[in-house]
């Protein structure tokens, strides 16, 4: 079962802007964050952004300025709006949920299949 659906990804040149979108199963009784990763190929998956349900937010240095992350919690929803964009952001984009899919399950962690964003020079 598909429990977070990205969207949004695609190929764009660098200075340009793109705009990702996740949307959490309603099955999560309780959400506690949402966030981005990326990763590419050889090297470890990285945190871009998170946010809390209390709206506190982290980024990654390399993007701070430039990304922003913003949620719709009533809506299991999280946005990454990603401005100037540059070649070394290329990455499957992953979103992450934190939280609960059943009243008798503990908190864990779930992740979306990916999206791919590439920047071109």
């Known amino acids: 079962q598909v429990l977070l659906v990205e969207s949004g990804g695609g190929l764009v040149q660098a200075g340009e802007s793109l705009r990702l979108s996740c949307v959490a199963s309603k099955s999560f009784v309780e959400i506690r964050s949402m966030g981005w990763y990326r990763q590419t190929p050889g090297k470890q998956r990285e945190l871009v952004a998170s946010v809390t349900r209390t709206s506190s937010t982290n980024y990654a240095d390399s993007v701070k300025g430039r990304f922003t992350i913003s949620s719709e919690f009533a809506e299991n929803t999280v946005y990454l709006q990603m401005n100037s964009l540059k070649v070394e952001d290329t990455a499957v984009y992953y979103c992450?949920?934190?939280?609960?899919?059943?009243?008798?399950?503990?908190?864990?962690?779930?992740w979306g299949q990916g999206t791919q964003v590439t920047v071109s020079s």
């Open positions: 992450e949920c934190i939280g609960r899919v059943g009243p008798g399950i503990g908190v864990n962690n779930y």
